[in-house]
Structures are given as structure tokens and as C-alpha cells.
């Protein structure tokens, strides 16, 4: 059979072939009706759709869709498009079902890949089936789930130690500056001066508390606070301690002048109030330390446990942070005490031992505090969720009936580590004997009203006291978030290693650590030989 198109593309005639007879069909095309392009072109098409039909039934034949006639298949795949529904998935429903189940036959089975490649391979040699399949892929991930989960609670673990032990190079100070202060006299100079002393009870003096048993810590947060105040010698820092730090503690400052700056070093046994009657939180402490030991059970048993259940990784870390020494040291809890410690000052900033200043704090005493006691930083809000998520629902725990009824689960938190206290305003009311009274709360619930620290305590006992201040005073998160900007970290004024990583441990982040480390003098006699480095 032949066509031919006349030249004016107005006759298509059709010549079929036949036993000696020539037959023809002629047709006339109208030339404004059915234009050879119009032909052309119905043709092409005619052909693309007979071409996408037949890859559609190809597809469906290999999903193992035999049934699917072709227009069947066509109306099924592009129905959902043309009227704008949801495509199924091209995952067949048994595959979602396989994975699903529980798996017994994986138990004690040494056969698993280990590696994608190896499973790959498998498949490919055994020319498996789509069951399967499904049953191996599940098998690998449960494999690699489980060997992460223990792999991230034994880091837990170490992270634990590391932060919990005292590192001896730390020790090795300690050690030093203690026989230091016995057979050096000037290691046992009078702090400060007694020209000076009338300056620790001067409210026109700019007056910072650091509380502290780590003499390397409190070293860099004093030297970092007089070197970047423009006027140090208006500067007073009251360094407390405990009985067994005080002379190391006493010994570093003697040896290490901060002048102009008026340095006071305090043992707690100096303070009468502190030697003479009850201490509330001295006894809540005595108490918590024994709930603690015997509800957790030390870290052995808590990882130990973790075998035999599914908890999450993060939740054997929350536990493993209850054991920490700093949560049951009374550095952490006296500053409940500040308005009894220092009965002649109006207004006091108390510094952490793990925080780096790196500007002037003087500004703080213009800040308005509007007749509140604390002005702290806030933690629900920034650039960074990780760090600046956390509400009073991250301390206190909502679901006991105690802590439903009395605070709001998504009231904004705020931070220790750098706080302003109006310690004239703080006399006024009963922060206090609150603090102390929720303290007894928790140990009479079993720990059940929050679990960690004196943060839970202190957001109760200041609720309604808390004057926020501007973030650039205090970023936070440099012990944890290992993410955190270095640009960001050298812009803020006070930066603070809460958290494990502290920055004098062997486990800080590379990267954060030099922003403590240059207020450290590695030239020094005691520094070097006690090997303490700057990496």
C-alpha cells in the first residue's frame, strides 16, 4: 500500500496493491478544515501516547500489578494527576507490613550484613524475592540500630567520668598550692590589704561574688573580669570557698595580684551565720545525696539497666547527669544565701566558675531592674533551638500535681551562671525560705518534682522576681552545643560553659576552648608543672 500527498496538500490519495488491479482511494482534504501540519502532528502524537502506554504496562507488569490492562493502568496513574488527588505509593503495602513486625527470627543470628554493600550484594546473588528483601533490610537496620544506641550511651557514660573526675593536672595545682600556702608566707598574705578592707562593705565599688572549689576556673573568671574593666580599681570580686579549697584558693590570689583590682578570699567556716545553728540547705543536701545514691543507683547500674530496656540514649544521659558531683555541692546552692553573706551591699553580680567575661560589666549597676530581685538572661528564645528552647516544663516536672497547680508549663526560663540580685529588694521578701521549702518538697516526693540541680528551685523560689535582661550579657551553651559560632561566642560579653564540656577537660570542644584558654598564663611556674596546656 503506498500514500502520496499531492504537492498542494489538498488530495491524499492510497494506492493498495492487488492481483493486477489497480485500485485507488482519493480523498479530498479541505484545505481550511485538515491541514497536512494538523495531520503531522496527530500522528506524532498518536505515537507518543502508544509508546507511553506500552512503559506504563511494563512498569506495572514488573510491581507485579499483572492485572492492570493498559488503559486500566493509564487511568490509574494519570486520574490522580488530572483531578489533583494524591499519588499512591509505589512501595507495595506487604513491604510496610514485613517491616513492621517485631522480627524474632533476628535473635542470635550472626548471618546479618553488616554493611550496605554487603546486603547489596546478597540480594543481588540470591536473586531474593520482595519478602525477602524486606526481612534483610529490617534485619540490618535493627542490627545498626542497637549497635548506635549502645555506642551513644557508652559516650554518655565516658562523658559522665570525665566531667565527674577531677583531672590531675587540677589535683596537681591543688596539691601544690596547698603546700604552697604552708610554707610560703606570701602565699598566706592578708586579702585584701588592710588598707582595702573597708572597701569590700563600699556600695560606690562595682561588687562581683564568685563562688568556687576549682582554682584554675575561678583564676580565668577573675582575670577575665579585671582585664576587660575599664575601671578595674573600682572593682571588688568576694571569692568564696569550702573549708578544703580555702587554702589553695587563698594561695593562688596571694601569689597572682589582680591590683588595682580588691580581691577578698572567704572559706564558708568564716561565715558565723554558716558555723552557727541549722543551714537548711546544707541539711536538704545531706538528704539528697543519700535519695540520690539509693534511687539511682550509681552509673554502672544505670547503664547496666539500660540493656534490658528501650529507653533513649538522652534519657540515659538525663539520669547519668543526676550522679554529677555539682549538683549536690554547696557552691552551687549558696547563692540562696547572698542576702545573709553580705548584709551591708545593695546590689551584687554573681559569676559561675565556668563562664569567660569578655567586656566590661560595670554597665550592669545602671540596669533598671524595675524593684525585681534577679535580672538573668532568658532561655526560650534565640537564634539557636538546641540551647535557647527551654521552658520551666524542661526543669520541673508537670505531670506531679504540685508543680501543675502552681506554675505555667510554658513560661519562659531564664539562666544561673551570670545574674545581677538587688540583694536591698531580695531582704523584702521570702525568696528564701521558698527556695528552702521546695527543696524539702522534692526530697519528701522522692526526687519527683524535678530531678536536676538548684535551677528547678531557684525558677520557683525567684518566680515573679525576674527582671530579663538583654542576651548579649550571657550566651550560653558553649559545654554542650558544639555547634555554637565562633563569631557568635566572641561577640557575646559573657560566654558560659554549661554543660560537660568544660573547657579545662580534655573533653571541651576544640574549637570554643581557646576563648577560655588565652586568660590562662602557661608561662607560669605552678601552670607548667603541673603540665596544664593550652591544647
Known amino acids: 500500500m503506498q500514500l502520496h500527498i499531492s504537492p498542494s496538500l489538498r488530495h491524499v ?35 507518543f501516547l502508544l509508546r507511553f502506554v506500552f512503559v506504563l504496562t511494563a512498569v506495572d507488569t514488573i510491581d507485579g500489578e499483572r492485572k492492570c490492562s493498559t488503559i486500566g493502568c493509564v487511568g490509574k496513574r494519570l486520574g490522580p494527576r488530572i483531578w489533583g488527588r494524591r499519588m499512591e505509593s509505589l512501595v507495595p503495602e506487604d513491604m510496610y507490613r514485613i517491616l513492621e513486625e517485631k522480627g524474632k527470627e533476628e535473635v542470635g543470628r550472626t548471618d546479618i550484613p553488616q554493611t550496605l554493600e554487603e546486603f547489596t550484594t546478597e540480594m543481588r546473588t540470591k536473586k531474593s524475592d520482595l519478602k525477602t528483601f524486606a526481612v534483610e533490610l529490617r534485619s540490618m537496620v535493627n542490627l545498626m540500630e542497637q549497635r548506635t544506641r549502645s555506642a551513644k550511651i557508652q559516650e554518655y557514660l565516658y562523658r559522665h567520668v570525665a566531667s565527674s573526675s577531677i583531672p590531675k593536672q587540677l589535683h596537681c595545682l591543688a596539691l601544690i598550692l596547698a603546700n604552697e600556702h604552708t610554707n610560703n608566707a606570701n602565699a598566706r598574705l592578708q586579702l585584701p590589704p588592710a588598707e582595702l578592707v573597708p572597701n569590700l562593705v563600699d556600695n560606690s565599688f562595682y561588687h562581683f561574688v564568685l563562688a568556687s572549689d576549682n582554682v584554675l576556673a575561678a583564676s580565668v573568671v577573675a582575670t577575665s573580669l579585671i582585664r576587660n574593666s575599664i575601671s578595674p580599681e573600682r572593682v571588688v570580686l568576694h571569692m568564696i570557698t569550702d573549708r578544703k579549697t580555702y587554702s589553695t584558693m587563698h594561695a593562688w590570689f596571694s601569689l597572682h595580684s589582680l591590683a588595682p583590682a580588691v580581691v577578698e578570699v572567704k572559706g564558708l567556716h568564716h561565715f558565723d551565720w554558716f558555723t552557727k545553728g541549722k543551714v537548711p540547705v546544707l541539711e536538704a543536701m545531706e538528704k539528697d545525696k543519700d535519695m540520690r545514691a539509693k534511687f539511682r543507683g550509681g552509673s554502672s547500674e544505670i547503664v547496666k539497666s539500660s540493656v534490658n530496656n528501650s529507653e533513649k540514649p538522652y534519657v540515659i544521659a538525663s539520669k547519668l547527669q543526676t550522679l554529677s558531683p555539682k549538683y549536690n555541692s554547696v557552691m552551687n546552692h549558696i547563692r540562696i544565701n547572698l542576702p545573709e553573706m553580705f548584709p551591708s551591699l545593695n546590689k551584687v553580680v554573681f559569676l559561675d566558675d565556668d563562664i569567660v567575661i569578655q567586656t566590661d560589666l560595670t554597665p550592669l549597676w545602671d540596669i533598671d531592674l524595675g524593684g525585681k530581685v534577679n535580672g538573668a538572661v532568658e532561655t526560650c528564645r534565640g537564634d539557636d533551638k538546641f540551647v535557647m528552647s527551654k521552658r520551666f516544663k524542661s526543669y520541673l516536672n508537670f505531670s506531679n500535681p504540685l508543680i501543675k497547680e502552681n506554675f505555667d508549663p510554658n513560661e519562659c526560663a531564664w539562666a544561673y551562671g551570670m545574674n545581677i540580685f538587688d540583694l536591698e529588694a531580695w531582704r523584702k521578701t521570702n525568696i528564701s525560705q521558698t527556695y528552702n521549702y521546695w527543696l524539702q518538697q522534692n526530697l519528701k516526693s522522692d526526687l519527683s518534682l524535678w530531678q536536676l540541680g538548684t535551677l528547678p528551685p531557684g525558677l520557683i523560689a525567684f518566680h515573679g522576681h525576674v527582671q530579663v535582661i538583654d542576651p548579649f550579657w550571657h550566651m550560653l551553651g558553649l559545654g554542650y552545643q558544639e555547634n555554637t559560632s565562633l563569631a557568635d561566642a566572641e561577640s557575646a560579653g559573657v560566654i558560659h560553659f554549661n554543660g560537660r564540656a568544660k573547657p579545662w577537660l580534655d573533653i571541651a570542644f576544640p574549637s570554643l576552648r581557646p576563648l577560655w584558654a588565652k586568660y590562662v598564663d602557661f608561662s607560669d611556674k605552678f601552670i607548667k608543672k603541673c603540665h596544664i596546656r593550652a591544647s
Open 13 to 47: 490519495t492510497v494506492f493498495p496493491s492487488g492481483k493486477g488491479v489497480r485500485e485507488f482511494i482519493k480523498v479530498k482534504v479541505g484545505g481550511r478544515r485538515v491541514s497536512y501540519r494538523m495531520l503531522f502532528y496527530s500522528l506524532l502524537l498518536l505515537t
